[in-house]
T-cell receptor, first 116, second 110 residues
């Protein structure tokens, strides 16, 4: 299947700092990428849809000024957690929509964020 | 957000046993996807289904797209230790975002 990478795989930061997470589709172009958040023992919660060349679409309850998304190219989307606080600690996962013969989504390996 | 009903929530089986899990939705989908997630990792796509009634296999895994388009099933035959993990179903209609199931946690008893 298609490959999606995320960087970093884990990050620890101090409260008040900003953290950028990168999501790359390595062997295909993705006009649409998605950012999810996952709490322990729960399913994935969609935060926002990232569209190449246009503004991201945020889910209800997700602060767009808190979670900045940029999709500047067909292979890269970034999520920046601004002024991070301990409650932002979580597992963040991106996915990329593959629009080949049949559409599907491929996920990155996730980024574990710990805010102290 | 909206979630699919996935059952069972957890399963404890012995190695070699067959496994069955399913997802049901209140609305129809035209795409069903099944993923497996290991601890600390992102979900990995197992099987994708695009047509009502479709039955697709991937090794020991077999999934079916329900005729009503509101459900899907995943079966694992002759389970092995590396099958341990959380299995998620996901459905979509057209270009809409994926709706995820609540997950089935599979544990294999030695």
């Amino acid at each position: 299947g298609a490959v999606v990478s995320q960087h970093p795989s884990r990050v620890i930061c101090k409260s008040g700092t900003s953290v950028k997470i990168e999501c790359r589709s390595l062997d295909f172009q993705a006009t649409t990428m998605f950012w999810y958040r996952q709490f322990p023992k729960q399913s994935l919660m969609l935060m926002a849809t990232s569209n190449e060349g246009s503004k991201a679409t945020y889910e209800q309850g997700v602060e767009k000024d808190k979670f900045l998304i940029n999709h500047a190219s067909l292979t890269l989307s970034t999520l920046t957690v601004t002024s991070a606080h301990p409650e932002d600690s979580s597992f963040y996962i991106c996915s990329a929509r593959w629009q080949g013969k049949r559409e599907t989504q491929y996920f990155g390996p996730g980024t574990r964020l710990l805010v102290l | 957000g909206q979630q699919l009903n996935q059952s069972p929530q957890s399963m404890f089986i012995q190695e070699g046993e067959d496994v069955s899990m399913n997802c049901t939705s209140s609305s129809i989908f035209n795409t069903w996807l099944w993923y497996k997630q290991d601890p600390g990792e992102g979900p990995v796509l197992l099987i994708a289904l695009y047509k009502a009634g479709e039955l697709t296999s991937n090794g020991r895994l077999t999934a079916q797209f329900g005729i009503t388009r509101k459900d899907s099933f995943l079966n694992i035959s002759a389970s092995i230790p590396s099958d341990v993990g959380i299995y998620f179903c996901a459905g979509a209609f057209g270009n809409e975002k994926l709706t995820f199931g609540t997950g089935t946690r599979l544990t294999i008893i030695p």
